[in-house]
């Protein structure tokens, strides 16, 4: 007999979105910080639940410091932390040195997400799971097998390795970088690459992204958070993210491939396939979602896991510092609904 549970989360997010940052400038130097966070409960069952009620606390930072040398040359520091780094007791989710040059790209060194990431298209969502990355439902319905949770190339968290990363600001609606990492446990290097094409001009807009990275000799690696640790040779994977907007309709899709060759342990490699669409109407905002992961289809004696995921979302927009969110989905078999009452200042 199946045994189905429901997971109600309820919170209050206090955020600072771009338009709402502290943002503080004196001479050449400036202050920029952001951050958000939402809390809240999750029980497995609304009814009965033999864990109880579990809180559910979501969060992150985010403060750069800035300095223009010139008009054309500037540098900088980020640094960001989030709930998800504190989970794996670590003291930062990413923290980085910047140098920028007008109309040519930026230089990023230290620790941060790969190019390949950073220029990657997700799947619209109009509620607050992080659907597009380390999505929340699969912190709290334990999938049955492997998941490649994220539908764009990853190389693991920023904090895992020093990374220089290239990035061209875009030039004729086209924006490229590469990146390489290296002095890592997890592995010998990684070296990834991304590019997007742009078309903003008309009612209806286009975005294409295409991006993918290879990772050399790889020690007990956790790309995704609901993986096993992945030891083999190497990995090799590619992206690609398609998004289109019509006035107030948004529909994207991202598909991931991830490939390890000479793989020990449970096989966490296979395909990651999205899409969504969205749709806003005065101060109200829908979206469908739909997420599959499937693991373990490029070996012959590894277990192959499918896991199907389906997310309706709705927001309504009370003022331009208060919105509440609902998500209705199912995933792992398991349905569940998340609630949110979100607030930014």
Same mark, same amino acid.
């Given at each position: 007999?199946?045994?189905?549970?429901?997971?109600?989360?309820?919170? &209050?997010?206090?955020?600072?979105?771009?338009?709402? /940052?502290?943002?503080?400038?004196?001479?050449?130097?400036?202050?920029?910080?952001?951050?958000?966070?939402?809390?809240?409960?999750?029980?497995?069952?609304?009814?009965?639940?033999?864990?109880?009620?579990?809180?559910?606390?979501?969060?992150?930072?985010?403060?750069?410091?800035?300095?223009? $040398?010139?008009?054309?040359?500037?540098?900088?520091?980020?640094?960001?932390?989030?709930?998800?780094?504190?989970?794996?007791? @670590?003291?930062?989710?990413?923290?980085? /040195?910047?140098?920028?040059?007008?109309? $040519?790209?930026?230089?990023?060194?230290?620790? =941060?997400?790969?190019?390949?990431?950073?220029?990657?298209?997700?799947?619209?969502? &109009?509620?607050?799971?992080?659907?597009?990355?380390?999505?929340?439902?699969?912190?709290? $319905?334990?999938?049955?097998?492997?998941?490649?949770?994220? =539908?764009?190339?990853? =190389?693991?968290?920023?904090?895992?390795?020093?990374?220089?990363?290239?990035?061209? &600001?875009?030039?004729?609606?086209?924006?490229?970088?590469?990146?390489?990492?290296?002095?890592?446990?997890?592995?010998?290097?990684?070296?990834? /690459?991304?590019?997007?094409?742009?078309?903003?001009?008309?009612?209806?807009?286009?975005?294409?992204?295409?991006?993918?990275?290879?990772?050399?000799?790889?020690?007990?690696?956790?790309?995704?958070?609901?993986?096993?640790?992945?030891?083999?040779?190497?990995?090799? @994977?590619?992206? &690609?993210?398609?998004?289109? @907007?019509?006035?107030?309709?948004?529909?994207?899709?991202?598909?991931?491939?991830?490939?390890?060759?000479?793989?020990?342990?449970?096989?966490?490699?296979?395909?990651?396939?999205?899409?969504?669409?969205?749709?806003?109407?005065?101060?109200?905002?829908?979206?469908?979602?739909? $997420?599959?992961?499937?693991?373990?289809?490029?070996?012959?004696?590894?277990?192959?896991?499918?896991?199907?995921?389906?997310?309706?979302?709705?927001?309504?927009?009370?003022?331009?510092?208060?919105?509440?969110?609902?998500?209705?989905?199912?995933?792992?078999?398991?349905?569940?609904?998340?609630?949110?009452?979100?607030?930014?200042?």
């Amino acid at each position: 007999m199946k045994r189905y549970c429901v997971i109600v989360a309820v919170g &209050v997010c206090i955020a600072c979105g771009n338009a709402n /940052a502290f943002d503080y400038t004196v001479g050449d130097f400036r202050l920029k910080l952001d951050a958000s966070g939402s809390a809240g409960f999750i029980t497995n069952n609304p009814f009965k639940s033999d864990k109880g009620t579990l809180f559910l606390g979501d969060w992150e930072g985010r403060a750069e410091i800035d300095y223009n $040398i010139n008009d054309t040359h500037r540098i900088g520091v980020v640094y960001a932390m989030d709930a998800v780094a504190l989970d794996e007791n @670590q003291w930062m989710h990413e923290l980085f /040195a910047l140098w920028q040059v007008k109309n $040519i790209g930026r230089l990023e060194l230290g620790f =941060t997400n790969a190019v390949a990431h950073k220029l990657g298209i997700g799947i619209p969502d &109009v509620g607050g799971l992080r659907v597009n990355e380390e999505p929340l439902f699969y912190k709290k $319905i334990s999938p049955k097998g492997e998941i490649i949770s994220d =539908t764009i190339v990853s =190389t693991g968290h920023s904090h895992e390795a020093l990374r220089l990363n290239l990035v061209s &600001v875009p030039i004729d609606n086209v924006q490229y970088g590469v990146g390489f990492a290296g002095l890592s446990a997890e592995y010998n290097f990684a070296a990834d /690459a991304g590019v997007k094409f742009r078309n903003s001009a008309g009612k209806i807009k286009t975005a294409l992204s295409f991006g993918a990275s290879f990772m050399d000799d790889l020690k007990d690696h956790h790309s995704d958070i609901f993986s096993s640790g992945v030891t083999s040779d190497w990995r090799a @994977q590619a992206s &690609v993210g398609f998004n289109l @907007q019509y006035n107030s309709l948004v529909w994207g899709t991202s598909v991931r491939g991830v490939y390890d060759y000479n793989p020990i342990g449970a096989a966490s490699d296979g395909i990651s396939a999205g899409t969504g669409v969205s749709y806003d109407l005065l101060n109200s905002s829908i979206s469908l979602s739909y $997420i599959m992961s499937d693991t373990g289809i490029w070996h012959k004696d590894a277990r192959n896991y499918m896991d199907n995921t389906i997310i309706g979302s709705f927001r309504y927009k009370y003022n331009e510092h208060v919105d509440l969110w609902i998500s209705v989905g199912a995933s792992s078999k398991t349905p569940f609904i998340s609630v949110a009452l979100r607030g930014q200042f």
